[in-house]
Structures are given as C-alpha cells and as structure tokens.
C-alpha cells in the first residue's frame, strides 16, 4: 500500500457510498448479485486498510430504505448475502479490534438478521482500532423523521420542553449520535449525488466523487482518495484569512 496517505492530514471519519456492484457484475455477463458478492469482499479490504490511513471511523452505506424497490430475487440474495457475511467475518472483525455498529430501521430485517446484528454489536463493543458503521435498511430522511418521532415523545412525556430543541438536541436521538460527523464522503460508479445518505451529519463533510466501480475500488485507491483530502481547506461556512 502507498505511504502517500499522511494519517496527520487524513480524515478521522469516511462514509462511501459502494455504488456500482451491479453494472461490475452485468459488464461481465454476470448475475447482480455476483457484483454485491464482490463488493463485499472490497468491504474486507477496505477496513483492513483503516489502520494504516489513519481513518479511525468508517461508514457503508450497504442498503437503503429505497432499495426495497428492487426485483424480489436481488433483495432476498442482499439479505442473504448479509446474514453469511456477519456470520463469516464476525471473529476476524472481532479479533482485528473492529467495533461494528449498524444504522437505521431494523423492523423490517428478518429476525435473524437482526440477531446476528446486535450479537457482533455487543461481541465488539469494547474494540477501539477502528469503528466501523454499516447502514442498513437506512434513509437520511427516515432518520431524522424518526429522531423527531422520538423527540417529541421526550416533550409529551415533560422530559424536555420546546425550549430544550436546537440541533445539538436532535442530533442526540439521531442514529450516528455516538459518532464524529463523517469527514469525508466517498461515491463509487460516477454517479454525482448523495442518495438520501447521512444528511444532517454530512452538513459540512467534503465529498469525493469516483468513477471506480466499488468492487474495484482497492485499498491504494481509497489511499490515494485521501491524500487528496489532505490538500483542501475547510472553512465550515466561515472565511478564512
């Protein structure tokens, strides 16, 4: 791997979008699910490469609230894909000192699922080399529609008043709320648009726009997507001298 990454200069937190599973797959005459199976493989990669990059906290967005529109086939073979992977990749992640959390609206996964989920949770919360956060079944807009749900339950109750409500508030009851806001945001495929992903806590991230499809996408890449961060200057709404 290139040393061309300086971890000094390196964002804390990534948060990629792994878009482009299906066209891999379909440019070789392959099922879709062949590339979601690819691509879940570069997610092995890609964490291992954290470490070295200085990234300490990264975020995938795996699956979102609008990708149940998809053909029955591709979504059964998405959840099935998931059940094997936490079930194959628990014990290295647990061993490589990973804490994994999961974001989003569980109630629809199946019950397996959502077992093997909050069983790797509780497995690796005490590891500290690299958090890494997976969204699943997850939607920006649902999100916050949800910490809003859950904050107007605290006022109704007399836990909190209107008076308590500012953005520091709401992002308490958000989903990412043990989280950094994300750095940086990385896009796969070519595709230029953020598809309703950490919406709130991307209000000041820099975004990188690739058109590596994500099973290509290597870990000399992901490093090179970060020496590039390392040369701009953030100015969070101000102006600086």
């Known amino acids: 791997m290139p040393k061309d990454a300086d971890a000094k200069t390196n964002p804390a937190h990534v948060a990629i979008i792994m878009d482009g599973n299906g066209r891999w797959a379909q440019k070789r005459g392959r099922p ?4 979601h199976h690819a691509g879940a493989r570069r997610v092995r990669e890609i964490v291992k490469a954290c470490p070295d990059l200085g990234v300490k906290y990264l975020t995938i967005f795996a699956f979102s609230t609008e990708n149940w529109k998809r053909t029955q086939t591709e979504v059964a073979g998405l959840m099935s894909l998931f059940r094997k992977y936490l079930e194959r990749e628990a014990q290295e992640l647990f061993e490589s000192g990973v804490c994994v959390r999961f974001i989003g609206d569980r109630i629809r996964l199946d019950d397996k699922l959502v ?13 500290d080399l690299v958090h890494l956060t997976v969204a699943l079944n997850y939607g920006g807009r649902d999100e916050v529609t949800r910490a809003a749900k859950r904050l107007a339950y605290e006022i109704e109750q007399g836990r909190l008043t209107h008076d308590d409500v500012d953005a520091e508030t709401l992002s308490k009851f ?10 940086l945001v990385i896009r796969t495929s070519g595709e230029a648009r953020i598809s309703n992903f950490l919406l709130w806590q991307s209000a000041y991230a820099e975004y990188e726009f690739i058109d590596t499809l994500w099973p290509d ?5 992901f490093a090179k997507v970060l020496a590039s961060f390392g040369g701009r200057e953030r ?3 101000a102006v600086l001298t």
């Open 217 to 221: 996408f290597t870990a000399d890449e």
């Open 235 to 237: 100015r969070f709404g």
């Open 174 to 183: 958000l989903d990412t709320h043990v989280l950094p806001d994300p750095d």
């Open 115 to 127: 077992t093997l989920m909050d069983d790797l949770e509780l497995r690796t919360a005490g590891n």
């Open 32 to 35: 879709r699910l062949f590339g």
